[in-house]
């Protein structure tokens, strides 16, 4: 008798654990598709973003007072006419993946830093460079994708 009310707590925590698999995968938002991107809207926040090289890094700013890495995506798209989210989190979710060899101006790049996914964000620029705001004591700033520690830590590039 105690084998068998065993089996049915077993079969019923599967069952309990398989039906909210089930609904957590059935509420998974689709990548948001944000209304007025084009590929001249990338260029321009790229060149918005290549215009604040040398602005201070400063933690939740989104000003050439100050960027932190999501930041000067958002005010870079906002100066191109897009409004954005201020997080990598959300601007991963309203992106979509893009494959490095067709990577164009504009699309951003996310990477895993300290052990954390999607903890850090910048805007390709071209020729393997991006735009950034790398963080605290630092300033908006080029590098190469191609850099080793860049090159280590690139997760993938998604765009608008």
Same mark, same amino acid.
């Given at each position: ?55 201070? *890094? !400063? ?7 100050? +960027? ?6 958002? #005010? %870079? ?22 494959? *490095? !060899? ?7 790049? +996310? ?6 996914? #999607? %903890? ?41």
């Amino acid at each position: 008798m105690e084998t068998k009310k065993l089996r049915y707590a077993v079969l019923f925590l599967a069952t309990l654990g398989l039906i909210f698999f089930a609904w957590g995968c059935a509420h998974t938002l689709p990548p948001m598709r944000l209304e007025g991107y084009s590929a001249s809207v990338g260029d321009k926040a790229a060149d918005t973003a290549l215009s604040q090289i040398g602005r201070p *890094y !400063r933690y939740r700013g989104s000003s050439p007072s100050g +960027f932190d890495c999501s930041g000067l995506v958002t #005010y %870079s798209y906002a100066t191109a006419g897009m409004k954005v989210p201020h997080s990598t989190r959300e601007l991963r979710r309203c992106t979509l993946f893009v494959a *490095y !060899r067709e990577m164009r101006k504009g699309d951003l790049v +996310f990477f895993n830093q300290l052990g954390k996914k #999607y %903890s850090h964000v910048g805007i390709y620029v071209g020729d393997d460079r991006f735009v950034h705001s790398p963080s605290t004591g630092k300033t908006v700033r080029t590098n190469s994708l191609l850099d080793p520690y860049w090159k280590k830590h690139l997760l993938e590039a998604r765009r608008f």
